[in-house]
């Protein structure tokens, strides 16, 4: 089965510029979730999906973050404008079903703001 | 004050050693209960989870949950270089918000 898979891996830009993360959930999957998780802390929950519909965006900073999950399956992160606090690490996991028991992540996309 | 704690580490042991990797937390609420290992540059992957308090083993890991004292512990019997790397916990309620929260993880280094 193959995992959870992200791109891209790297990425620098300079602060104000936009920048998009694309994720492919575990095949079957229907909860995708977006983390993101500075240096040194443990990943927090920015949006949640289930199937395409919105579970919990509590966290997600909604002026310069968004989100989506076009027919359920793959998803993309936006940042725009980005700050140089957003650099961190961008993690999707995926969970078979609904409960967050058991999420697969996958590698993370690295982000740099100049 | 962080709803969870965890030392950052860290924490070096020679290979075979018996580890012991610790949270605590604030929040009564919590009812299940992660462990999640992360190698250097990767994703974090899930080791195991609880309900409630008690005991569970995999293999060379046991995790356990002491709810009265908001407090749990992963151990890591026999312990390899393999093992090298971040423990996160993780821990959410069973209603409401069902969002993880994670500490910050405890570096474990396992010398050969």
């Known amino acids: 089965e193959a995992g959870v898979a992200q791109s891209p891996r790297y990425k620098i830009i300079e602060k104000r510029q936009s920048v998009a993360f694309w994720c492919n959930p575990i095949?079957?999957?229907?909860?995708l979730y977006w983390y993101q998780q500075i240096l040194g802390q443990g990943p927090k929950l920015l949006i949640q999906?289930?199937?395409?519909?919105?579970?919990?965006d509590s966290q997600l900073p909604k002026d310069r973050f968004s989100a989506e999950r076009l027919k359920g399956v793959d998803s993309t992160l936006k940042i725009q404008p980005a700050k140089l606090e957003d650099s961190a690490v961008y993690l999707c996991?995926?969970?078979?079903?609904?409960?967050?028991?058991?999420?697969?992540f996958g590698p993370g996309t690295r982000l740099t703001v100049l | 004050q962080k709803e969870v704690e965890q030392d950052p580490g860290p924490l070096s042991v020679p290979e075979g050693a018996i580890v012991s990797l610790n949270c605590t937390y604030s929040?009564?609420?919590?009812?299940?209960f992660m462990w999640y290992r992360q190698y250097s540059r990767k994703g974090p992957e899930l080791l195991m989870y609880?309900?409630?308090?008690g005991n569970k083993e995999d293999g060379r890991f046991t995790a356990q949950v002491d709810k009265s004292s908001k407090y749990i512990s992963l151990f890591i019997r026999d312990s390899q270089p393999s093992d090298s790397a971040t423990y996160l916990c993780?821990?959410?309620?069973?209603?409401?918000?069902?969002?993880?929260?994670f500490g910050s993880g405890t570096r474990l280094q396992v010398q050969p």
């Open positions: 996991a995926s969970s078979r079903g609904t409960s967050g028991n058991e999420q697969f």
């Open positions: 095949s079957g999957h229907a909860t």
């Open positions: 999906f289930q199937n395409n519909g919105v579970v919990d």
């Open positions: 929040n009564s609420a919590f009812q299940y």
């Open positions: 609880t309900y409630s308090s």
């Open positions: 993780a821990m959410k309620p069973d209603t409401g918000r069902r969002a993880l929260t």
